[in-house]
């Protein structure tokens, strides 16, 4: 899947996307590439021009509720007046999950 994000009048300005990941998922991020990894599935980023990075954050999946999870972050500084970020995501079958022993 693709994403195009153009932002306007923002020149010299430092941008910055989040990407809050499902609980229980494990992500590394180098450079412009990502990959998060989930039992039976791996999420592949990658940001045209922006510098991916990962960092602890919170979920809310229903009101009151916080729940820990990873926030893949992207930035980059903004090169014109007429900005346009394109991240690509690719999803893919990854290891199944185990199910416990008894």
Do not use: C, H, N
């Not at 990962?54 to 930035?75: C, I, K, N």
């Amino acid at each position: 899947m693709g994403i195009a994000d153009k932002v306007l009048g923002a020149q010299g300005e430092e941008l910055l996307w989040s990407f809050p990941l499902a609980p229980g998922g494990v992500a590394s991020a180098e450079g412009s590439r990502a990959l998060a990894s989930f039992p039976g599935a791996q999420l592949q980023v990658e940001a045209e021009g922006a510098e991916l990075f990962v960092e602890s954050g919170w979920l809310s999946p229903s009101y009151g509720v916080r729940v820990p999870t990873q926030v893949l972050r992207a930035r980059r500084i903004a090169e014109s007046d007429e900005d346009t970020t394109r991240f690509t995501l690719r999803a893919r079958p990854g290891p199944q999950a185990r199910a416990p022993r008894a």
